[in-house]
């Protein structure tokens, strides 16, 4: 089993449709979580990071985490083109070894 | 200030031959990773180097790849001898510190060296 499963799409949108993008993790030890936007022939960008259960907000950005159900999700509202990249959500190992557990990534497509 | 810095952006080799990436961190950056994608998969952790010493290679693939990162500036990635499975895109990372995310520890990326195996 995956560490961090994730729907690889590809999702097409309308400009202005919210989106929603999910994952889910298989241990319940992880506590960082992460979203990276990555444009086609760039590095991933961390979007949006937090270490805790429920959400948070930026612009147009919302991060959810349930550590319940062991699920992870990114809420885009007001959808631009812009927004058109592939999105990669990602566990974040902190302690004696550092580093990030990516998801597959979704490809997101957002029509004008 | 200059970003996360990777050389070549683009190889193709033939198969059994030797290729080096190299990456410039972001100045003053300790923490420096590798990360590859190969064709199909997601993004995996390679290695964490702390200045020139090495933290954490436990996601390097097999004795055929070597990185170093002597006076713990840039680093480079040799594979040798490549082969058709290693073909994919290598990133590396930066970061100032391990701590908590947003405490001036985020992890920034390079644009990846895509690298072809024929």
């Known amino acids: 089993q995956k560490e961090v499963e994730q729907d690889p799409g590809p999702l097409s949108v309308p400009e202005g449709a919210i989106v929603s993008l999910n994952c889910t993790y298989s241990?319940?030890?992880?506590?960082?979580f992460m979203w990276y936007r990555q444009y086609s022939r760039k590095g991933p960008e961390l979007l949006m990071y937090t270490y805790s259960s429920g959400n948070k907000e930026d612009g147009r950005f919302t991060a959810q985490v349930d550590k319940s159900s062991k699920y992870i999700s990114l809420f885009i509202r007001d959808s631009q083109p812009s927004d058109s990249a592939t999105y990669l959500c990602?566990?974040?190992?902190?302690?004696?070894?550092?580093?990030?557990?990516f998801g597959s990534g979704t490809r997101l497509s957002i029509r004008p | 200030e200059a970003g996360v810095t990777q050389f070549p952006s683009h190889s193709v080799i033939e198969k059994g031959q030797t290729v080096t990436l190299r990456c410039d961190p972001i100045s003053g950056h300790d923490n420096l990773y590798w990360y590859r994608r190969v064709m199909g998969k997601e993004i995996k952790f390679l290695l964490h180097?702390?200045?020139?010493?090495?933290?954490?290679e436990s996601g390097m693939p097999n004795n055929r790849f070597l990185a170093e990162r002597t006076g713990g500036t840039y680093s480079t990635l040799k594979v040798q001898p490549a082969e058709l499975e290693d073909s994919g895109v290598y990133f590396c990372?930066?970061?100032?510190?391990?701590?908590?995310?947003?405490?001036?520890?985020?992890?920034?990326f390079g644009e990846g060296s895509w690298l072809t195996v024929v």
């Open positions: 241990n319940s030890a992880f506590q960082y």
């Open positions: 990372a930066s970061s100032q510190g391990t701590g908590m995310i947003g405490s001036g520890n985020t992890i920034y």
């Open positions: 180097f702390v200045k020139e010493s090495k933290q954490d």
């Open positions: 990602a566990i974040y190992l902190l302690g004696s070894a550092s580093k990030i557990i």
